[in-house]
C-alpha cells in the first residue's frame, strides 16, 4: 500500500508539473483517477478521511454528470433511479464497493428496503440503485494539486419474475461502468463479471432477502422522493 500511495504521489506531482495528464473528467474542475471498474472489490487507495458535509457537497457537484453517463448504457434502472427514493442521509463509504463513497436509491415497488432489518421479502419488480465515487486526498499542497475525485460504477439489483434464477434468489445484479458501459449482468452480458455479486449477497440470502443494509448511522428516517431533497 505504501509503494501504491508513493506512486500517486509521483504521478500527481508530474501531473502538477505538467508532465502527466490524468484521465479526462465529465465534469468541470475535478482531477480524475483510473479504476478498476470491472472488480469493485479492487484494492484502490481508500476514500479518505472526509466529513460528511464534504461527501455531500462533492456529490452534489458530480451528480448531474454521473446520471448522464450511467443512462447512457441504456438500462432502464440508470436512466431513471435519480427520481426514486433515496435510503441515505449521506454518501457514506463501503468497504465491499472497493472503499467507495455511496448512495443508496429504490424504486417504488423498493419502498419496503427502508425498514432495513424488518422490511423483508421486496416484491417482483423492486429495483435497487447504488452509485458510487470516490475523493482520493492528495498527497501535495492543495496550493498545487487538488483531492482527485474518481467516479465509480452504478450497481442495480432487481427482483426477477419467480424461476429467473434461482442461484441469486431471482435477482438480476447488473454493474454499470463510470463512462455508461454496462460491465455484467446476471444471466447476460458480462454475466461472470458480476458473478462476485451474487457470491457476497449469497451471505444474507436466507435472512435478508439478498440485501445488504446501510449503517444505522446514514439511514434516512422516513422516505422522500430523491428529488425533494435537491430542491
Known amino acids: 500500500m505504501k509503494k501504491l500511495m508513493l506512486t500517486a504521489c509521483v504521478l500527481i506531482a508530474y501531473a502538477a508539473l505538467g508532465q502527466f495528464q490524468p484521465s479526462n473528467s465529465h465534469w468541470t474542475g475535478a482531477r480524475t483517477a483510473v479504476a478498476d471498474i470491472e472488480n469493485p472489490l479492487d484494492n484502490h487507495e481508500p476514500a479518505g478521511e472526509i466529513s460528511d458535509a464534504e461527501a455531500i457537497k462533492t456529490y452534489a457537484s458530480m451528480k448531474d454528470s454521473l446520471l448522464r453517463n450511467y443512462a447512457s448504457s441504456l438500462v432502464k434502472a440508470a436512466g431513471e433511479y435519480a427520481s426514486w427514493h433515496q435510503f441515505n442521509n449521506s454518501p457514506y463509504v463501503s468497504e465491499q ?5 455511496v ?17 423483508g421479502v421486496l416484491p417482483v419488480g423492486a429495483v435497487i440503485a447504488m452509485d458510487s465515487f470516490k475523493i482520493i486526498p ?5 496550493a498545487i494539486t487538488a483531492d482527485a475525485v474518481e467516479a465509480g460504477p452504478l450497481f442495480v439489483m432487481e427482483k426477477m419474475e419467480h424461476g429467473f434464477n434461482p442461484g441469486t434468489g431471482d435477482w438480476q445484479f447488473s454493474m454499470i461502468s463510470p463512462d455508461g458501459v454496462l460491465v ?3 444471466l447476460g452480458t458480462g454475466h461472470d463479471k458480476v458473478q462476485f455479486c ?3 449477497h449469497q451471505s444474507v440470502s436466507q435472512e435478508q432477502d439478498w440485501l445488504f443494509f ?9 422516505q422522500r422522493l430523491a428529488s425533494e431533497t435537491t430542491r
Do not use: I, M
Open 184 to 186: 455484467g449482468q446476471t
Open 214 to 222: 446501510l449503517p444505522h448511522k446514514y439511514r434516512r428516517e422516513g
Open 103 to 119: 448512495n443508496d436509491y429504490g424504486n417504488d415497488k423498493a419502498t419496503g428496503y427502508g425498514d432495513f432489518e424488518n422490511g
Open 138 to 142: 492528495s498527497c501535495l499542497p492543495l
Open 198 to 200: 451474487a457470491d457476497c
Open 97 to 101: 464497493h472497493g472503499d467507495r463513497l
